[in-house]
């Protein structure tokens, strides 16, 4: 049978291309004019009904992918006819023939061959028909259009035979028909394996085609006849893939579903909008209780629905009449009822029919029901703490439930096994009270107390007036309606601790499920019972425990470190102090399980695994030994996103851990920036400019490019030998250096000195070096950088040359200056250079730089120039002189600075001279300038100036003595004298026994 089944499929697939090849060979045999015709036609008929085919049922059979490749098969075709009616032969296009007719053929394989390669694009993804039809039509136009307006190249000469243009078009298309087998492979588990090798067949036929179109010389050949030939069959089997994928299959599959419309268990129905039914299948039949044929027609809200319910107010009613979406909506159906009615549109919204499909949920929805209760119950027995508490979460859980209208909680009283109703629902407190005292009384008390006491759940109808406690609270509940009941048995251990009572009124409350899920719930409050039992008797000796933990704990939550306590037995944190809280962020409820803390801290899975692995052997370890077991360093995440390196150490007391951490977040900071500034000081000092090298312990352990580049060596033959061998140093050089090296190493600066050092090519340089004490490599090293500055010294010998020599001219040109004043006041002769060695003295002792110093001398040389202005007669004349004359002796520093003003001093010389009269009081002259006012040089000098004026000898009068000048200054200082000044002139003359020049 599989075998006659094989063939049947093989006939009806190969005999219509065999026979339509077989037409074809007749007519070649009349002529092949006839032959090509009818071999174009054939693929242009199948092309052309292959896209009719798809294009139509897309919206039925939603294949993409064959759509695609039918639109552009028929577009092909569409070039195809163009070829057909251009054929050498045929004369119906002008300027048609074999070149033309060659280049509409290649124009529409190109279009065929990019269509199959891209086609596996659309087995997942889809564009819409139109956009399909303008894009493959344009260019199926624009082939044609540049084929027609001789724009595209030749493909055929006669005479010769195919260009190679042609030739290589036609392997191109090979290569991508080639390129399309293994796309449309990696797809074939979305398709059907009929459509998958059906294609594979396709595109085979195409590229054996293909080549044979690539051979032939001229329209005769064989090889043309072969190829017009494998195309009529490969167009045929791609109309077989879009006519059974199409159209054969999705009928198959949709006749098999109508066979199984009757098999669906639930009522099915076909609607129109108006709720009147088409079609209705066994179910319907059998829950209208009428034939199914009978159902047509008739109002689905009248046989389904609740029929109090007006048709207009039902929600599944004006759910059906809306249409469009497919939607679902429970009612409540005839007899108390729950059902559940869902519609869906019948084929995509193009018929005004709905699929309704009803179902009766009342068991499921009072089945629901019950779960959410016992989930209530469920998240009760997590939360409260006491069995009151679960006792009154329960008995509101069983209310919201709904459906029973009588529910009570009995508990057994403390110190004694009566029972007692403690919660009820559905009764007033009379009720409540009179059942209470049928409790108390054993002749009227529960009937089915003795198997609560047993543990069991009783479940099922009321007892009748027959059984024992039917005249008690058996008929006073009975009045109220219930006629089912279910006992709960509470137990605490083996005994009984309380009942719950669920009453419903209405027979069958209480099915298979119902029951389960009730025992369900006394074991879960039964468990719960016993739970916060042991967890009271738990409490009440951990209360006992953490008075001797009480001092612990102060010490624990007090401690600075950051610390954990956690159970040996459980892994389970204990408690958190506050150091580590504020430590990493989080607050107590954060962390307040191991599980929080591996989920917040621990944050690297492997990380957690590796702790998790590692915790009972470091318990043991710790243990054993008595002392502390250190962790490796851990990285640990705070609430902020930051992290943490940190180091804990695990010491076991009895059944706790403690884990204290330290933080080495900082420690490692610091270390990871010291190595990236070394990376960064490695990378400048690698580009800089300067000749850098690294002594350790003497020795070269690194030099840069540069200094390689100084010296005339490689790295190679540098690193590993002292610099002294290196430079080839002599002995005053050596000395230099390793002086220089132990200044460093004891503290001191670095400074800059020079070496002479003989190149590698034997030429001498002067290298200039200074050092500081570094690292190198986590190594103390001589960090020193190298400079060639022979060039440099040489310049500064030069200018240092000029600078004597220009020092030299104007200290002559100075003391020519001071010897012309000494001519003119013969009186005061050697006064200026006396004044100009004093303040030198005065500078030194206060601490001036030496050339700073020596221009206070020069300074001094000069002071007195403006006596040039006074007249010979007021200079020379030995009494005391006139204020005329004494104003006019004042105006020398004024004339002085005149003279001086345009010359060009380092130092402000014209200004020094101008000031060496003014006083700190402002009773100077000639401008009364006051302390701040005044030049530190003009200080320096008046002082210098009066002292030699007093202690020195004068043809009209004795000196007055050094003890004289001192007085004075002493007496005008800070009010007259600049006090610093007069300190280091008595500082000189009494501890360093400066005297007055001659």
Same mark, same amino acid.
């Given at each position: 049978?599989?075998?006659?089944?094989?063939?049947?499929?093989?006939?009806?697939?190969?005999?219509?291309?065999?026979?339509?090849?077989?037409?074809?060979?007749?007519?070649?045999?009349?002529?092949?004019?006839?032959?090509?015709?009818?071999?174009?036609?054939?693929?242009?008929?199948?092309?052309?009904?292959?896209?009719?085919?798809?294009?139509?049922?897309?919206?039925?059979?939603?294949?993409?992918?064959?759509?695609?490749?039918?639109?552009?098969?028929?577009? $092909?075709?569409?070039?195809?006819?163009?070829?057909?009616?251009?054929?050498?032969?045929?004369?119906?296009?002008?300027?048609?023939?074999?070149?033309?007719?060659?280049?509409?053929?290649?124009?529409?394989?190109?279009?065929?061959?990019?269509?199959?390669?891209?086609?596996?694009?659309?087995?997942?993804?889809?564009?819409?028909?139109?956009?399909?039809?303008?894009?493959?039509?344009?260019?199926?136009?624009?082939?044609?259009?540049?084929?027609?307006?001789?724009?595209?190249?030749?493909?055929?000469?006669?005479?010769?035979?195919?260009?190679?243009?042609?030739?290589?078009?036609?392997?191109?298309?090979?290569?991508?028909?080639?390129?399309?087998?293994?796309?449309?492979?990696?797809? $074939?588990?979305?398709?059907?394996?009929?459509?998958?090798?059906?294609?594979?067949?396709?595109?085979?036929?195409?590229?054996?085609?293909?080549?044979?179109?690539?051979?032939?010389?001229?329209?005769?050949?064989?090889?043309?006849?072969?190829?017009?030939?494998?195309?009529?069959?490969?167009?045929?089997?791609?109309?077989?893939?879009?006519?059974?994928?199409?159209?054969?299959?999705?009928?198959?599959? =949709?006749?098999?579903?109508?066979?199984?419309?009757?098999?669906?268990?639930?009522?099915?129905?076909?609607?129109?909008?108006?709720?009147?039914?088409?079609?209705?299948?066994?179910?319907?039949?059998?829950?209208?209780?009428?034939?199914?044929?009978?159902?047509?027609?008739?109002?689905?809200?009248?046989?389904?629905?609740?029929?109090?319910?007006?048709?207009?107010?039902?929600?599944?009613?004006?759910?059906?009449?809306?249409?469009?979406?497919?939607?679902?909506?429970?009612?409540?159906?005839?007899?108390?009822?729950?059902?559940? $009615?869902?519609?869906?549109?019948?084929?995509?919204?193009?018929?005004?029919?709905?699929?309704?499909?009803?179902?009766?949920?009342?068991?499921?929805?009072?089945?629901?029901?019950?779960?959410?209760? =016992?989930?209530?119950?469920?998240?009760?027995?997590?939360?409260?703490?006491?069995?009151?508490?679960?006792?009154?979460?329960?008995?509101?859980?069983?209310?919201?439930?709904?459906?029973?209208?009588?529910?009570?909680?009995?508990?057994?009283?403390?110190?004694?096994?009566?029972?007692?109703?403690?919660?009820?629902?559905?009764?007033?407190?009379?009720?409540?009270?009179?059942?209470?005292?049928?409790?108390?009384?054993?002749?009227?008390?529960?009937?089915?107390?003795?198997?609560?006491?047993?543990?069991?759940?009783?479940?099922?109808?009321?007892?009748?007036?027959?059984?024992?406690?039917?005249?008690?609270?058996?008929?006073?509940?009975?009045?109220?309606?219930?006629?089912?009941?279910?006992?709960?048995?509470?137990?605490?251990?083996?005994?009984?601790?309380?009942?719950?009572?669920?009453?419903?009124?209405?027979?069958?409350?209480?099915?298979?499920?119902?029951?389960?899920?009730?025992?369900?719930?006394?074991?879960?409050?039964?468990?719960?019972?016993?739970?916060?039992?042991?967890?009271?008797?738990?409490?009440?000796?951990?209360?006992?425990?953490?008075?001797?933990?009480?001092?612990?704990?102060?010490?624990?939550?007090?401690?600075?470190?950051?610390?954990?306590?956690?159970?040996?037995?459980?892994?389970?944190?204990?408690?958190?102090?506050?150091?580590?809280?504020?430590?990493?962020?989080?607050?107590?409820?954060?962390?307040?399980?191991?599980?929080?803390?591996?989920?917040?801290?621990?944050? &690297?899975?492997?990380?957690?695994?590796?702790?998790?692995?590692?915790?009972?052997?470091?318990?043991?370890?710790?243990?054993?030994?008595?002392?502390?077991?250190?962790?490796?360093?851990?990285?640990?995440? $705070?609430?902020?996103?930051?992290?943490?390196?940190?180091?804990?150490?695990?010491?076991?007391?009895?059944?706790?851990?403690?884990?204290?951490?330290?933080?080495?977040?900082?420690?490692?900071?610091?270390?990871?920036?010291?190595?990236?500034?070394?990376?960064?000081?490695?990378?400048?000092?690698?580009?800089?400019?300067?000749?850098?090298?690294?002594?350790?312990?003497?020795?070269?352990?690194?030099?840069?490019?540069?200094?390689?580049?100084?010296?005339?060596?490689?790295?190679?033959?540098?690193?590993?030998?002292?610099?002294?061998?290196?430079?080839?140093?002599?002995?005053?050089?050596?000395?230099?250096?390793?002086?220089?090296?132990?200044?460093?190493?004891?503290?001191?600066?670095?400074?800059?000195?020079?070496?002479?050092?003989?190149?590698?090519?034997?030429?001498?340089?002067?290298?200039?070096?200074?050092?500081?004490?570094?690292?190198?490599?986590?190594?103390?090293?001589?960090?020193?950088?190298?400079?060639?500055?022979?060039?440099?010294?040489?310049?500064?010998?030069?200018?240092?040359?000029?600078?004597?020599?220009?020092?030299?001219?104007?200290?002559?040109?100075?003391?020519?200056?001071?010897?012309?004043?000494?001519?003119?006041?013969?009186?005061?002769?050697?006064?200026?250079?006396?004044?100009?060695?004093?303040?030198?003295?005065?500078?030194?002792?206060?601490?001036?730089?030496?050339?700073?110093?020596?221009?206070?001398?020069?300074?001094?040389?000069?002071?007195?120039?403006?006596?040039?202005?006074?007249?010979?007669?007021?200079?020379?004349?030995?009494?005391?002189?006139?204020?005329?004359?004494?104003?006019?002796?004042?105006?020398?520093?004024?004339?002085?600075?005149?003279?001086?003003?345009?010359?060009?001093?380092?130092?402000?010389?014209?200004?020094?001279?101008?000031?060496?009269?003014?006083?700190?009081?402002?009773?100077?002259?000639?401008?009364?300038?006051?302390?701040?006012?005044?030049?530190?040089?003009?200080?320096?000098?008046?002082?210098?100036?009066?002292?030699?004026?007093?202690?020195?000898?004068?043809?009209?009068?004795?000196? =007055?003595?050094?003890?004289? &000048?001192?007085?004075?200054?002493?007496?005008?200082?800070?009010?007259?004298?600049?006090?610093?000044?007069?300190?280091?002139?008595?500082?000189?003359?009494?501890?360093?026994?400066?005297?007055?020049?001659?």
């Amino acid at each position: 049978m599989p075998g006659i089944i094989v063939f049947r499929a093989l006939f009806r697939d190969l005999a219509p291309p065999v026979l339509l090849s077989i037409l074809a060979l007749a007519a070649l045999s009349v002529s092949f004019l006839l032959f090509h015709t009818l071999a174009e036609l054939f693929s242009i008929v199948i092309a052309v009904t292959a896209m009719v085919v798809a294009t139509t049922s897309r919206d039925f059979t939603r294949n993409h992918f064959l759509v695609y490749l039918a639109v552009a098969s028929g577009w $092909c075709a569409a070039i195809d006819f163009a070829h057909l009616v251009a054929y050498k032969g045929m004369g119906l296009l002008p300027g048609g023939g074999a070149n033309m007719s060659t280049q509409l053929w290649v124009a529409a394989r190109m279009l065929q061959a990019l269509a199959l390669v891209t086609s596996p694009w659309f087995i997942r993804h889809q564009i819409g028909l139109a956009r399909l039809h303008t894009v493959l039509g344009l260019l199926a136009v624009g082939a044609v259009f540049v084929v027609l307006s001789g724009r595209a190249p030749d493909t055929f000469i006669e005479g010769q035979g195919l260009t190679p243009f042609k030739v290589n078009a036609e392997y191109v298309i090979i290569g991508l028909l080639v390129l399309t087998l293994p796309l449309l492979w990696l797809n $074939c588990r979305m398709l059907s394996l009929r459509l998958c090798a059906t294609m594979t067949a396709v595109v085979v036929l195409m590229i054996v085609s293909e080549l044979a179109f690539s051979q032939y010389a001229n329209a005769f050949d064989w090889a043309n006849v072969s190829g017009h030939i494998l195309k009529i069959f490969a167009y045929w089997f791609v109309y077989v893939a879009l006519v059974q994928t199409t159209l054969r299959e999705p009928f198959r599959a =949709l006749s098999g579903a109508a066979s199984t419309y009757d098999a669906v268990p639930e009522p099915t129905l076909l609607v129109r909008a108006d709720g009147n039914i088409l079609q209705a299948n066994r179910a319907a039949a059998a829950a209208a209780g009428r034939p199914a044929a009978d159902l047509v027609g008739s109002s689905t809200h009248v046989l389904f629905h609740d029929a109090s319910v007006p048709g207009e107010s039902c929600a599944a009613c004006l759910a059906i009449a809306n249409g469009g979406d497919p939607h679902l909506t429970e009612i409540a159906g005839p007899r108390g009822t729950t059902l559940e $009615c869902s519609a869906t549109p019948f084929l995509a919204g193009r018929s005004q029919a709905l699929v309704a499909v009803i179902r009766d949920v009342t068991d499921r929805k009072r089945l629901a029901s019950l779960y959410d209760t =016992l989930s209530a119950i469920n998240r009760a027995i997590v939360q409260v703490r006491d069995t009151g508490q679960l006792l009154e979460a329960a008995l509101a859980a069983l209310v919201a439930h709904g459906a029973f209208p009588v529910v009570l909680v009995g508990r057994r009283q403390r110190g004694s096994e009566t029972l007692r109703i403690e919660l009820a629902h559905g009764l007033d407190a009379g009720d409540i009270e009179q059942i209470n005292s049928f409790m108390r009384d054993p002749a009227r008390r529960i009937d089915a107390l003795g198997e609560l006491a047993m543990g069991r759940v009783v479940l099922g109808p009321m007892p009748g007036e027959a059984m024992p406690g039917s005249l008690g609270w058996t008929r006073l509940l009975a009045a109220v309606g219930v006629t089912d009941r279910a006992l709960l048995p509470i137990m605490e251990h083996d005994r009984l601790e309380a009942f719950i009572g669920v009453f419903a009124s209405g027979h069958h409350q209480f099915n298979t499920e119902q029951m389960n899920l009730l025992t369900t719930m006394a074991a879960d409050l039964s468990y719960a019972v016993t739970s916060l039992s042991a967890e009271s008797r738990r409490h009440a000796a951990e209360q006992r425990a953490n008075l001797s933990e009480h001092r612990f704990r102060k010490v624990f939550e007090a401690s600075p470190m950051p610390m954990q306590l956690l159970s040996v037995s459980t892994g389970e944190l204990v408690a958190l102090n506050r150091a580590l809280f504020a430590w990493l962020g989080y607050s107590e409820d954060e962390l307040a399980s191991t599980a929080d803390w591996f989920e917040k801290v621990y944050r &690297a899975p492997a990380l957690r695994d590796t702790l998790a692995s590692r915790w009972a052997s470091d318990v043991e370890a710790a243990r054993e030994t008595g002392s502390a077991v250190t962790s490796p360093e851990i990285e640990l995440s $705070c609430k902020d996103g930051s992290r943490r390196i940190a180091q804990g150490s695990m010491t076991v007391v009895d059944d706790d851990v403690v884990v204290t951490w330290v933080d080495l977040t900082e420690i490692r900071r610091t270390e990871q920036n010291i190595r990236e500034n070394e990376q960064r000081l490695r990378a400048l000092v690698e580009q800089s400019m300067v000749g850098i090298y690294a002594s350790i312990s003497g020795i070269i352990g690194y030099a840069n490019p540069r200094f390689c580049e100084i010296i005339g060596k490689p790295a190679s033959e540098l690193v590993g030998r002292d610099i002294l061998d290196v430079i080839d140093a002599d002995a005053a050089a050596r000395e230099l250096v390793r002086g220089q090296r132990v200044s460093i190493a004891m503290g001191g600066p670095g400074r800059q000195f020079s070496v002479p050092v003989r190149r590698a090519d034997g030429t001498t340089m002067e290298l200039g070096l200074q050092g500081s004490l570094s690292t190198w490599d986590g190594k103390p090293a001589f960090i020193v950088m190298a400079q060639d500055i022979t060039e440099r010294k040489l310049a500064e010998g030069k200018i240092a040359a000029y600078v004597r020599q220009l020092e030299g001219s104007m200290r002559g040109t100075l003391k020519t200056i001071s010897n012309m004043v000494d001519l003119r006041d013969p009186y005061t002769a050697g006064h200026e250079r006396r004044v100009g060695l004093v303040a030198q003295a005065i500078g030194r002792e206060l601490g001036w730089p030496a050339d700073r110093c020596d221009s206070l001398e020069m300074i001094g040389l000069v002071h007195d120039v403006g006596k040039i202005a006074v007249p010979t007669e007021i200079l020379s004349r030995p009494g005391r002189l006139s204020p005329i004359e004494m104003e006019i002796v004042r105006g020398h520093v004024e004339a002085g600075y005149d003279i001086l003003k345009d010359a060009e001093f380092v130092a402000p010389v014209a200004e020094v001279v101008r000031q060496h009269h003014e006083r700190l009081d402002g009773s100077g002259y000639p401008r009364g300038l006051r302390g701040g006012e005044m030049l530190p040089e003009a200080r320096v000098l008046a002082v210098a100036d009066v002292f030699e004026s007093m202690a020195s000898h004068r043809p009209y009068r004795p000196s =007055l003595g050094t003890a004289a &000048a001192l007085a004075e200054l002493e007496e005008g200082r800070g009010r007259l004298y600049d006090p610093d000044a007069v300190d280091a002139l008595r500082r000189l003359i009494d501890e360093k026994g400066y005297t007055l020049p001659t």
